[in-house]
């Protein structure tokens, strides 16, 4: 009798490495179907947050009112480290422009707790923030300092909570700078833009605020002034002191009058 070595080699085979037993009977087993993603789903509301940082525009009959968030370091034209925290203004921009299109969304709450970051990106988001032609209020929690001002004040009416801060210093320029006259004169004209904004959408006086943007001796390494609560309602840059509560019954009597008016429909 002879022994068949194939079939003993192929029982030891599969007996030692059951991956390599290509059977028909092991391949038609039904393997466990995962679920299909739905087409045309809606990102949620998590991974909204996570991405840009704000949820999505309101989408429902729920809420009349959109609120965005301006926190850590404005972000510009280079990106910054992973550890800082950014709002980006290409972020910021698209959703500006879906508010001003979206009719159910009829009033803008601003909340602020930044320490300022690019001053083209912050005026871009000041310029896009005054030529809505919604109600719109801005709080500001924390601090609004540098090119925050600017945003601060670019909303109709403006809020800041009694413990938060405002630092008002000239504008300064990182990386490589050409030692001639022509880098001066565009740093003058960078903080002109700044100046005139300002005082264009809040109460305080152009020479007020330079002093307040030239003042020595009041932060501990810069130039500058640092105003807190009801000094910033004083000097007129913010109009009111209070919180999320005054912002938004002020904001609810804006979008009232404007319907009453007949500006919104």
């Known amino acids: 009798m002879t022994f068949d070595w194939s079939q003993f080699n192929k029982q030891y085979t599969d007996q030692r490495n059951p991956l390599l037993n290509h059977s ?20 949620g509301v998590l991974d909204t947050i996570q991405q840009l940082g704000q949820t999505s525009v309101a989408q429902s009959p729920d809420s009349n009112i959109q609120c965005l968030t301006i926190i850590g370091q404005i972000e510009g034209h280079l990106q910054l480290p992973p550890q800082n925290k950014t709002t980006k203004y290409e972020h910021l921009i698209p ?80 990386g490589l700078v050409i030692n001639v006259v022509e880098s001066f004169e565009y740093l003058e004209k960078m903080q002109d833009r700044v100046v005139k904004f300002v005082v264009e959408h809040s109460k305080i006086q152009e020479e007020e605020f330079r002093q307040m943007m030239l003042k020595v001796g009041e932060l501990t390494r810069d130039v500058g002034t640092n105003i807190v609560g009801s000094k910033a309602v004083e000097a007129g840059l913010i109009d009111e002191v209070g919180g999320i509560a005054q912002a938004m019954k002020k904001l609810n009597e804006m979008i009232q009058e404007n319907k009453e008016n007949g500006m919104l429909q």
């Open 24 to 43: 028909p009977k092991a391949s038609e087993e039904p393997q466990p179907e995962l679920p299909a993603a739905e087409e045309g789903k809606k990102p």
């Open 95 to 174: 959703q500006l422009v879906a508010i001003e299109q979206n009719p159910k969304i009829e009033g803008l709450l601003i909340v602020l707790n930044t320490v300022g970051g690019d001053v083209e990106a912050g005026l871009a988001i000041a310029e896009m923030i005054s030529s809505l032609s919604k109600p719109k209020v801005s709080l500001v929690l924390g601090g609004g300092h540098s090119i925050g001002v600017p945003i601060a004040v670019s909303t109709d009416y403006s809020f800041i909570a009694p413990s938060a801060t405002m630092i008002v210093h000239p504008v300064r320029l990182t």
